[in-house]
């Protein structure tokens, strides 16, 4: 490797750590994102609608995402704005990649809504893949493959009336990775 391009190297290095350093490994959008999913766990425990009508209230439910994140992000006391760092927009952008497999969603809704809860997870797993590299953190890897798979095999081996098991297990592994950042950035000393 060449000097130019150890130098381009480490300053790549540089801008990814002050935006996990800043952005506290993305801790305020994982949270939220867990407690989400058990109000969506919550919503098909316990009310009686349709698969396709509880299928419509998960998207509803999803633009509470944002605000919590942001309120989140108060008492994480995290940056979403990282002034002159040219990498800041690429974590917004990756987070904006899954709205491409929206079609997905809306084919699954009205031609299979009891399955719309799975693809709804598989989509919200995979898109956390490409934070592993963006926050050098392979838990977000190991997350997106295990909501993913594992949403599939509970499709695959529960009854339609079980379907509830997903939003659960997704909301199981949304906190667990939720709880594993936080402890790395404490240990890190990068709470305050």
Known sequence: ?????????????????????KAKLGIDFILAAG???????????????????????????SAILLPLALGLSKI???EWKIKNNPLQPLGLWLNFAQLIYFPFLVFMLIKHPDYFIMAYAIVTGAHLFPYAWF??????????????????????????????????????????????????????????
């Open 135 to 192: 926050y050098d953190e392979f838990t977000y890897a190991i997350a997106a493959v295990t909501i993913s798979i594992g949403s599939l095999l509970i499709a695959i081996f529960q009854e339609i009336d079980s379907m509830l098991f997903i939003p659960a297990f997704t909301a199981l592994v949304m906190l667990s990775l939720a709880v594993r950042i936080f402890f790395k950035i404490r240990k890190s000393n990068i709470m305050s």
């Open 1 to 21: 490797m060449s000097i130019k391009e150890q130098t381009t190297h480490q300053g790549l290095d540089n801008l990814k750590k002050e935006i996990q350093l």
């Open 35 to 61: 407690i989400v999913w058990v109000i969506i766990f919550l919503l098909w425990k316990y009310t009686k609608n349709t698969s396709y009508d509880k299928s419509v209230f998960t998207f509803m439910l």
């Open 76 to 78: 994480f006391k995290t």
